[in-house]
């Protein structure tokens, strides 16, 4: 049988197996730094709420903001705050973070929901509170704050609640293993999140790629016996995760360019963001801690960890064996999207999934050619739009026509790059021309789209 | 450790197609006609196919050497063009004719507009239509076993409509054993050779089927002497419709524009066949839809996800 889905989007080798089987180790190290950019988030960065020398229990708040979009930090183990100053970050740039030393006691202070004085455990409306107060972003790698997703603008029927369950992305496992070690928390997070939205169906979206984990989640959702809730099997193919072409292949909606997935009725969450709304309302625990997938052709023993934020790259990696020859890569997050680093210490963040590491012989070192205009890539964009037009008008510099012809559309998944013969960067490109496209929007002060 | 730590933009992986593999796969299926080519027309034909690619290939070198380019003939698109280029041509064509072909084909027709990707028309194309102006008597002088003839489609122009008789079994225009160019004559190895294109992903349907079908289909409305089958069958249409339509550069990007481009294909072949001065309609029909590929583009862009038409 033939599932709905998007048009477009290519098939990637999935390198799933090297870590699919691979059950979530808990992993505290006992001592040693922790670096937490006061910036893990789309939104405002946060100040931070602590100073240098003081003590911290796991749990406790280091920087928070006012603004409404923007999500706290917290401190992932217990022990003394060394420093509060610029540390290099994940995409190479030096921000702004607070320095843990950790003591190892893994001392754990007072829940939010106690902190907030609210019962256990949360009551719906209040909800979006506990959900703000406990740094949920969307952990699929968008990082936007979850608060602000659940609060559609008025007006807005949520006719589907969809728990992104896809894990397109090649080699990552972090999303499956959650779904098959823990499918009770994530139910139970998807029968609290459809007690907001009264008149939606409940989706768990997973691709037939693994099997196990829809009928796992399957099952769970049965015990529960809600009427709502339901798994959907999804084809596999990249990249079905991105939020539009999910909600395009569950609903045969399209999102209109500039409009959220609110407005179609739809609103889709990452599971491991479910399963941090299930600790929040009813444990009161705050984002702490996360699965990552340490992968890759180069890494000894691969496997899924389950670590505090905070911890560097280097470490994880060590733990996960080291590498058998040196990486000419070694990425935050998949191959498709992931972002090159430059230095393995560097602190692992809400939105980091995987580490990936290639060697030479797996990743592309790509060498340009004259583009054919064999249009793989039209075929290929799941946002249908023509790649090699939008490449040839950024390297002209006539953005206004990068614009028109829908450049700001481009999700930045990396398909026509994958798929170009001639290796052209056209990702690249695209990203290059909606970056000056959205600076010269900022200069001119016009409101954004 | 880490001290070499590569730094790029997404995606870090590749489908492994480049440019090179494809004109591997175009060259390979290219093998059965030139093969069929040799078998019926004889060694010299191959001899013509030879000068053809080297010309072509040295033309590109030394050009872009010239130019302070870098070199890009590894990537075999010079080779394919030489290919057809030769294809297209008579077996008994004065070989430096051949070769001045291919230096027009490759220089004036594809590195004067930017090299691989840029050229507005079919460099083969190109090159063979400035030989038929330049030498239009060694250009349409076809042998077959030592004896000159006409092609079946000459002979159709001509008007032996009478007899239908006089034109060579429909066996013969299948396995390529009539006067016509070294590459196009036979329908069998041509259809191999597409079929693996097909298969293989590196062309799609829609052009060599829309094409094939479209002439199929006028020729029964004009109601030409030789019948649907002669027609598909003899003269260039399919080499054209697989090889030289399908071309990249001079075909348009999307599903829609491709159909438009063939179909446009189809109705000039036919028309040109029935009411032109040629015989044969082929080369013209696609090099003057080549010129439309920008046009059809532009209008034949897809609808981006979610935007509603107006």
């Given at each position: 049988m033939k599932l709905p889905s998007f048009e477009g989007g290519v098939h990637p080798p999935d390198g799933k197996a090297l870590t699919a089987e691979k059950a979530v180790e808990l992993y505290q190290p006992q001592g040693g730094e922790l670096i937490f950019p006061l910036l893990q988030h789309l939104g405002a960065p946060c100040s931070p709420a602590v100073k240098r020398g003081d003590r911290v229990l796991r749990g406790q708040k280091l920087a928070d903001s006012d603004a409404f979009v923007s999500a706290p930090i917290f401190s992932s183990v217990s022990g003394t705050v060394k420093d509060i100053g610029p540390r290099m970050t994940i995409p190479g740039s030096l921000e702004e973070c607070v320095v843990v030393e950790n003591d190892g006691l893994y001392e754990t202070g007072p829940d939010l929901l106690e902190t907030l004085g609210l019962s256990r455990p949360a009551a719906p409306e209040e909800y979006l509170k506990v959900i703000r107060a406990a740094g949920i972003v969307g952990m699929g790698g968008a990082c936007f704050p979850t608060h602000v997703k659940l609060a559609p603008p008025e007006g807005r029927v949520i006719r589907w609640f969809i728990v992104n369950g896809a894990e397109c992305e090649p080699f990552l496992n972090c999303d499956n293993r959650l779904m098959l070690e823990s499918p009770d928390i994530l139910a139970e997070g998807l029968q609290l999140c459809l007690s907001l939205f009264p008149q939606a169906e409940g989706i768990v979206a997973i691709e037939t790629n693994k099997p196990e984990s829809i009928q796992t989640m399957s099952l769970e959702l049965e015990r529960l016996g809600d009427p709502r809730m339901r798994v959907a099997p999804q084809e596999v193919k990249y990249p079905q995760g991105a939020e539009k072409m999910l909600i395009r292949s569950v609903?045969?909606?399209?999102?209109?360019?500039?409009?959220?997935?609110?407005?179609?009725?739809?609103?889709?969450?990452?599971?491991?963001?479910?399963?941090?709304?299930?600790?929040?309302?009813?444990?009161?625990?705050?984002?702490l801690d996360r699965i990552i997938s340490v992968t890759g052709d180069v890494v000894v023993s691969p496997g899924n960890f389950c670590v505090p934020l905070g911890i560097s790259v280097r470490e994880l990696v060590e733990r996960a064996g080291g590498f058998s020859e040196d990486p000419v890569k070694v990425l935050a997050g998949g191959p498709m999207m992931g972002i090159s680093m430059r230095s393995l210490d560097v602190p692992i963040v809400k939105g980091t999934s995987g580490i990936l590491a290639l060697s030479e012989r797996s990743a592309l070192l790509p060498v340009e050619s004259n583009c054919l205009r064999c249009g793989r890539c039209v075929e290929a964009c799941p946002m249908r739009l023509v790649p090699s037009n939008l490449d040839h008008l950024v390297r002209l510099r006539d953005y206004t026509a990068f614009e028109q012809a829908g450049g700001m559309n481009c999700i930045e998944c990396g398909c026509c790059t994958y798929n170009c013969p001639a290796s052209r960067f056209l990702t690249q490109t695209c990203r290059d021309g909606k970056a000056a496209v959205t600076a010269e929007r900022r200069k001119k002060g016009a409101p954004k789209k | 450790m880490t001290s070499r730590l590569v730094i790029a933009s997404s995606p870090h992986i590749h489908s492994g197609l480049t440019t090179q593999k494809i004109m591997g796969w175009v060259l390979l299926s290219l093998l059965p006609a030139g093969l069929a080519g040799a078998c019926f027309f004889g060694a010299r034909a191959l001899t013509v196919v030879a000068v053809c690619v080297v010309t072509c290939v040295l033309s590109e070198a030394l050009w872009q050497k010239a130019m302070g380019q870098p070199i890009t003939v590894s990537d075999l698109s010079a080779a394919v063009t030489g290919v057809l280029l030769a294809y297209n041509l008579p077996p008994t064509i004065p070989l430096w004719m051949a070769g001045l072909g291919s230096v027009f084909a490759i220089i004036l027709c594809k590195q004067f507009f930017g090299g691989l990707g840029g050229n507005i028309v079919n460099p083969a194309l190109a090159g063979r239509a400035m030989m038929l102006i330049s030498w239009p008597v060694a250009m349409t002088t076809w042998t077959l076993n030592g004896v000159s003839g006409a092609t079946p489609l000459a002979l159709i122009k001509e008007g032996v409509s009478a007899s239908v008789d006089a034109l060579p079994p429909l066996w013969d225009l299948v396995i390529g054993r009539v006067g016509g160019c070294i590459g196009e004559t036979s329908a069998v190895a041509l259809l191999l050779g597409g079929g693996l294109l097909i298969w293989k992903g590196i062309i799609s349907w829609r052009i060599p089927v829309v094409y094939i079908a479209v002439v199929a289909v006028l020729s029964l409305l004009l109601g030409r002497t030789g019948g649907v089958f002669y027609e598909v069958l003899a003269g260039g249409l399919l080499l054209g419709a697989f090889f030289m339509a399908t071309d990249y550069t001079t075909s348009p990007m999307t599903a829609r524009g491709q159909i438009i481009f063939a179909a446009g294909c189809g109705l000039l072949t036919a028309l040109i066949r029935t009411f032109g001065g040629y015989p044969e309609g082929v080369s013209y029909s696609i090099l003057i839809m080549n010129l439309t590929v920008p046009l059809i583009d532009g209008m034949t862009k897809p609808r981006i996800l979610g935007e509603v038409k107006k």
């Open positions: 609903t045969g909606q399209e999102i209109p360019p500039g409009a959220l997935p609110a407005d179609v009725g739809c609103i889709i969450v990452n599971v491991r963001t479910l399963y941090q709304i299930h600790q929040a309302l009813t444990l009161g625990t705050p984002v | -």
